[in-house]
């Protein structure tokens, strides 16, 4: 059942922590760096899940979220969407742009699974 | 699967933010009205905030929760960007980098002077405290078995948003037993529906032990725009939810900020000048930015396979011209194999990192360590910058955690001890990186107690490794902590039996091509050392022919050929040992091993290889020469074939398999303890 992921965001060390938590759970992870190469790694190849952080140079999360849902062939690709506890009101922002969930920064790895088999279906 | 420590890449990526926090705090102080200038610089704050939690440094994540509070508000316009703000947040950032390397110090007053200053600098009343914990959910202890009846709807864009209601329904399932009901009646007739609208609700009745937080859980992230209703069946309406509101509400210091204060109202007022940052830093740390390039690891394996087929092409070319009698085709020729050479050689150097990337994490480990254990621990690193190939560095962090935690748990003493044994309170761990050759050594080295003799022989004898008062020379006797399942530990404390033993490191490190040796003194200390090539993609080989077959052996392992003279073959017949310099070592004949149909070369060759102590001599018919060989692995469907470890293509475009020289070893050493036991 091993789905394909995205994950977007600009710091190493959470896209690592992000990549080697999904993998292990045996999904495949493909990773970008900043909401424009999320966005051209989203064009360029079909992922089952969008895993997102909000700041990041170049384009944020949310303008991400916003284009990839005018995207016609990204309609249904679940977004999970990472924030910290201050940006609450993003939340219901990402939500608004097309979000399907969301995960609070610092996140606990298991819970990181555990949301993206929810988002997933399994 | 990459085991790269994430909390090297945090410190890693921790300094680069610090540096780019900096670089954009010193340009903002020329132009404070940049809005790219704060963005930029709220970024960096907010990753290392993001990061820092995650990875354990809390402190730094609550200090740098405030600056990136501060930088927050300037960057939706409710307090200016001033000088003394930008001074406040740049000598902060100093204290950060200090969170950074220890974050186990105690920062506390530093930190509060700093962040006074950065509040007086917003213009803020007082810091309201970071909240950096993830929220928990209350647990629930009920075990009751309950009948539920769930109604919900979802909007009607919600499945173009990626929500899945049919997994939805799935997660109820597993909740407990469901009775599901679609209501059908909301869907248009065909020409008024949109494929992508979702125009169905579901009934749900469930029969689940878990309560109703578990069946919120499972809505969590609808919860606000669906319908959901959720009775209890016996009547009793549990709950009505429509739409519910889970999203906390924006804390009150956000939502109403205080105004901006103008600079001259903020009494600490401190010219930048005053403020003690180092400005040449930034310049410094941009050029060293623009010199590095980060390449993703596959991009490198795939240069280094280019590489890999060009040396193969131009040694099939070198053969080509060397038949040849076209001056010119053969000085191309050697053009090309002095380019290729140096190409490749240039291709090794970029997979190099220094071990530094390796030893920093073991910081932690000790620390930790000496807290766990009681133990008064100093680590000392040597030889930081050595260089290794990024997927050996890989490979071996988990072998090298496991034996600090070795050196740690059995080999130094707690403190009571040392200073009854007249050695200083604290035990020294010793890691250490040095090249010699085409290998690198790593060493891990303490001055503890050293290893218990007597208690590895006990235990070798009670687990059947030995028989009882079996002489065994010391490099022997040392060796049998490397057998599976072999624990010298008394009990199985915190720190040993984590399912990793000295066999996996010994397995890791023979995987690597390398090879691994203990030195010991009783109660002085012991020093493990790894002997690992420099690298896995490229390796000098002996090339030889058995039968009509060509095979490469790695130099390293190889230690002298001699000549199988005929008498000698004859009188070994049966036996298969040699007697080498009065010693007998074992062989193997390779035409036996590999079924060779052909006759025998008269003059056949034994090529004397070793790991480390276990010496065994391979038969071949012909020692061709030197060479150098560009590794390629085996299909999965060889992988299985333990007498090769990989394979290689030759300058004529045939394939040679390339010995492997443990394995080959390990079955020599049978075929001794056989003949042995056959008498």
Same mark, same amino acid.
């Given at each position: 059942?091993?789905?394909?992921?995205?994950?977007?965001?600009?710091?190493?060390?959470?896209? &690592?922590?992000?990549?080697? $938590?999904? $993998?292990?759970?045996?999904?495949?992870?493909?990773?970008?760096?900043?909401?424009?190469?999320?966005?051209?790694?989203?064009?360029?190849?079909?992922?089952?899940?969008?895993?997102?952080?909000?700041?990041?140079?170049?384009?944020?999360?949310?303008?991400?979220?916003?284009?990839?849902?005018? @995207?016609?062939?990204?309609?249904?690709?679940?977004?999970?969407? @990472?924030?910290?506890?201050?940006?609450?009101? @993003?939340?219901?922002?990402?939500?608004?742009?097309?979000?399907?969930?969301? &995960?609070?920064?610092?996140?606990?790895?298991?819970?990181?699974?555990?949301?993206?088999?929810?988002?997933?279906?399994? | 699967? %990459?085991?790269?420590?994430?909390?090297? =890449?945090?410190?890693?990526?921790?300094?680069?933010?610090?540096?780019?926090?900096?670089?954009?705090?010193? #340009?903002?102080?020329?132009?404070?009205?940049?809005?790219?200038?704060?963005?930029?610089?709220?970024?960096?704050?907010?990753?290392?905030?993001?990061?820092?939690?995650?990875?354990?440094?809390?402190?730094?994540?609550?200090?740098?929760?405030?600056?990136?509070?501060?930088?927050?508000? =300037?960057?939706?316009?409710?307090?200016?960007?001033?000088?003394?703000?930008?001074?406040?947040?740049?000598?902060?950032?100093?204290?950060?980098?200090?969170?950074?390397?220890?974050?186990?110090?105690?920062?506390?007053?530093?930190?509060?002077?700093?962040?006074?200053?950065?509040?007086?600098?917003?213009?803020?009343?007082?810091?309201?405290?970071?909240?950096?914990?993830?929220?928990?959910?209350?647990?629930?202890?009920?075990?009751?078995?309950?009948?539920?009846?769930?109604?919900?709807?979802?909007?009607?864009?919600?499945?173009?948003?990626?929500?899945?209601?049919?997994?939805?329904?799935?997660?109820?399932?597993?909740?407990?037993?469901?009775?599901?009901?679609?209501?059908?009646?909301?869907?248009?007739?065909?020409?008024?529906?949109?494929?992508?609208?979702? +125009?169905?609700?579901?009934?749900?009745?469930?029969?689940?032990?878990?309560?109703?937080?578990?069946?919120?859980?499972?809505?969590?992230?609808?919860?606000?725009?669906?319908?959901? %209703?959720?009775?209890?069946?016996?009547?009793?309406?549990?709950?009505?939810?429509?739409?519910?509101?889970?999203?906390?509400?924006?804390?009150?210091?956000?939502?109403?900020?205080?105004?901006?204060?103008?600079?001259?109202?903020?009494?600490?007022?401190?010219?930048?000048?005053?403020?003690?940052?180092?400005?040449?830093?930034?310049?410094?740390?941009?050029?060293?930015?623009?010199?590095?390039? /980060?390449?993703?690891?596959?991009?490198?394996?795939?240069?280094?396979?280019?590489?890999?087929?060009?040396?193969?092409?131009?040694?099939?070319?070198?053969?080509?011209?060397?038949?040849?009698?076209?001056?010119?085709?053969?000085?191309? *020729?050697?053009?090309?194999? /002095?380019?290729?050479?140096?190409?490749?050689?240039?291709?090794?150097?970029?997979?190099?990192?220094?071990?530094?990337?390796?030893?920093?994490?073991? /910081?932690?480990?000790?620390?930790?360590?000496?807290?766990?254990?009681?133990?008064?621990?100093?680590?000392?690193?040597?030889?930081?910058?050595?260089?290794? !190939?990024?997927?050996?560095?890989?490979?071996?962090?988990?072998?090298?955690?496991?034996?600090?935690?070795?050196?740690?748990?059995?080999?130094?003493?707690?403190?009571?001890?040392?200073?009854?044994?007249?050695?200083?309170?604290?035990?020294?761990?010793?890691?250490?990186?040095?090249?010699?050759?085409?290998?690198?050594?790593?060493?891990?080295?303490?001055?503890?107690?050293?290893?218990?003799?007597?208690?590895?022989?006990?235990?070798?004898?009670?687990?059947?490794?030995?028989?009882?008062?079996?002489?065994?020379?010391?490099?022997?006797?040392?060796?049998?902590?490397?057998?599976?399942?072999?624990?010298?530990?008394?009990?199985?404390?915190?720190?040993?039996?984590?399912?990793?033993?000295?066999?996996? =490191?010994?397995?890791?490190?023979?995987?690597?091509?390398?090879?691994? #040796?203990?030195?010991?003194?009783?109660?002085?200390?012991?020093?493990?050392?790894?002997?690992?090539?420099?690298?896995?993609?490229?390796? !000098?080989?002996?090339?030889?022919?058995?039968?009509?077959?060509? +095979?490469?052996?790695?130099?390293?392992?190889?230690?002298?050929?001699?000549?199988?003279?005929?008498?000698?073959?004859? /009188?070994?017949?049966?036996?298969?040992?040699?007697?080498?310099?009065? *010693?007998?070592?074992?062989?193997?004949?390779?035409?036996?091993?590999?079924?060779?149909?052909?006759?025998?070369?008269?003059?056949?060759?034994?090529?004397?290889?070793?790991?480390?102590?276990?010496?065994?001599?391979?038969?071949? !018919?012909?020692?061709?020469? #030197?060479?150098?060989?560009?590794?390629? *692995?085996?299909?999965?469907?060889?992988?299985?074939?333990?007498?090769?470890?990989?394979?290689?293509?030759?300058? #004529?475009?045939?394939?040679?398999?390339?010995?492997?020289?443990?394995?080959?070893?390990?079955?020599?050493?049978?075929?001794?303890?056989?003949?042995?036991?056959?008498?």
């Amino acid at each position: 059942m091993s789905a394909n992921i995205l994950t977007v965001d600009d710091s190493a060390s959470i896209r &690592l922590t992000t990549k080697v $938590t999904l $993998t292990n759970a045996g999904y495949s992870v493909t990773e970008a760096v900043n909401g424009a190469e999320g966005l051209i790694a989203a064009k360029g190849s079909s992922f089952d899940l969008i895993v997102t952080d909000l700041n990041m140079p170049v384009m944020d999360g949310l303008t991400m979220i916003e284009e990839l849902r005018k @995207l016609p062939a990204q309609a249904g690709v679940p977004i999970i969407f @990472l924030t910290t506890e201050s940006d609450a009101d @993003l939340k219901a922002r990402a939500k608004a742009a097309g979000a399907t969930g969301w &995960l609070t920064k610092p996140f606990d790895p298991e819970n990181l699974v555990k949301i993206v088999k929810k988002v997933l279906g399994r | 699967m %990459s085991t790269l420590d994430p909390v090297a =890449v945090f410190r890693t990526e921790a300094a680069e933010c610090l540096e780019a926090i900096e670089t954009g705090l010193l #340009d903002l102080t020329h132009q404070l009205d940049n809005r790219d200038l704060v963005d930029a610089v709220f970024r960096g704050l907010h990753t290392l905030k993001g990061s820092g939690a995650m990875f354990g440094f809390e402190a730094l994540a609550a200090f740098t929760h405030h600056c990136e509070t501060a930088f927050d508000r =300037v960057r939706k316009g409710e307090v200016a960007a001033t000088s003394e703000l930008v001074a406040a947040v740049l000598a902060a950032q100093d204290h950060m980098r200090a969170l950074v390397d220890q974050p186990d110090a105690d920062h506390g007053d530093t930190g509060h002077k700093l962040l006074a200053q950065l509040q007086a600098a917003v213009g803020a009343k007082a810091a309201a405290p970071a909240t950096v914990a993830a929220p928990v959910r209350e647990a629930s202890t009920k075990k009751t078995r309950n009948s539920w009846r769930i109604r919900f709807s979802l909007p009607a864009n919600s499945m173009a948003n990626g929500t899945n209601p049919l997994g939805l329904l799935d997660e109820l399932r597993d909740l407990g037993e469901c009775t599901v009901r679609a209501d059908t009646s909301a869907i248009p007739p065909l020409d008024g529906l949109t494929p992508t609208e979702l +125009y169905i609700s579901w009934d749900v009745t469930l029969m689940s032990e878990q309560d109703r937080s578990a069946i919120d859980d499972v809505f969590i992230f609808v919860l606000d725009d669906m319908e959901l %209703s959720v009775e209890e069946i016996d009547g009793t309406v549990a709950a009505t939810a429509a739409p519910a509101e889970t999203m906390p509400v924006p804390a009150a210091a956000a939502s109403a900020p205080p105004p901006p204060v103008p600079a001259a109202a903020v009494p600490e007022f401190r010219p930048v000048e005053a403020v003690p940052v180092k400005r040449e830093a930034p310049a410094a740390s941009q050029a060293k930015a623009a010199e590095n390039v /980060r390449v993703p690891a596959e991009r490198l394996d795939e240069l280094m396979d280019r590489v890999g087929e060009l040396v193969i092409a131009q040694s099939r070319l070198s053969q080509l011209a060397s038949a040849s009698t076209d001056i010119a085709l053969r000085s191309v *020729s050697e053009e090309i194999e /002095r380019l290729s050479g140096e190409l490749r050689d240039t291709m090794m150097v970029l997979r190099m990192v220094p071990v530094a990337t390796l030893f920093s994490r073991f /910081r932690r480990l000790v620390h930790d360590l000496a807290r766990e254990t009681g133990k008064v621990i100093e680590l000392v690193t040597e030889g930081e910058s050595t260089e290794v !190939d990024k997927t050996v560095i890989e490979r071996l962090a988990d072998p090298l955690v496991h034996l600090v935690r070795n050196s740690i748990d059995h080999g130094l003493e707690v403190p009571a001890d040392r200073l009854a044994a007249g050695k200083a309170k604290a035990g020294t761990v010793t890691l250490s990186a040095r090249q010699a050759g085409g290998e690198v050594i790593i060493s891990i080295k303490d001055d503890g107690r050293g290893i218990n003799r007597e208690r590895v022989r006990a235990k070798a004898e009670s687990s059947g490794l030995i028989h009882p008062g079996q002489p065994l020379s010391d490099p022997e006797l040392l060796q049998l902590i490397f057998a599976p399942g072999f624990s010298t530990a008394a009990a199985i404390t915190n720190l040993s039996g984590r399912g990793v033993g000295m066999d996996v =490191v010994k397995k890791t490190v023979e995987e690597l091509r390398g090879a691994i #040796d203990i030195v010991s003194v009783p109660g002085q200390g012991s020093e493990v050392s790894l002997r690992i090539p420099l690298t896995l993609a490229i390796i !000098d080989g002996l090339l030889v022919r058995v039968g009509t077959g060509r +095979y490469v052996i790695p130099l390293s392992a190889v230690e002298e050929c001699l000549e199988l003279s005929l008498e000698e073959d004859l /009188r070994s017949r049966g036996r298969s040992f040699i007697s080498l310099r009065d *010693s007998l070592v074992p062989f193997l004949r390779l035409r036996d091993l590999f079924r060779t149909g052909t006759k025998p070369d008269v003059h056949q060759k034994v090529v004397v290889i070793s790991t480390g102590t276990e010496r065994v001599g391979l038969v071949v !018919d012909q020692i061709i020469g #030197d060479h150098q060989t560009v590794i390629k *692995s085996m299909s999965k469907l060889h992988n299985d074939v333990a007498t090769f470890s990989g394979a290689t293509i030759l300058g #004529d475009g045939s394939v040679a398999l390339i010995l492997d020289v443990g394995h080959l070893v390990a079955a020599g050493q049978q075929q001794e303890a056989q003949l042995r036991v056959a008498g």
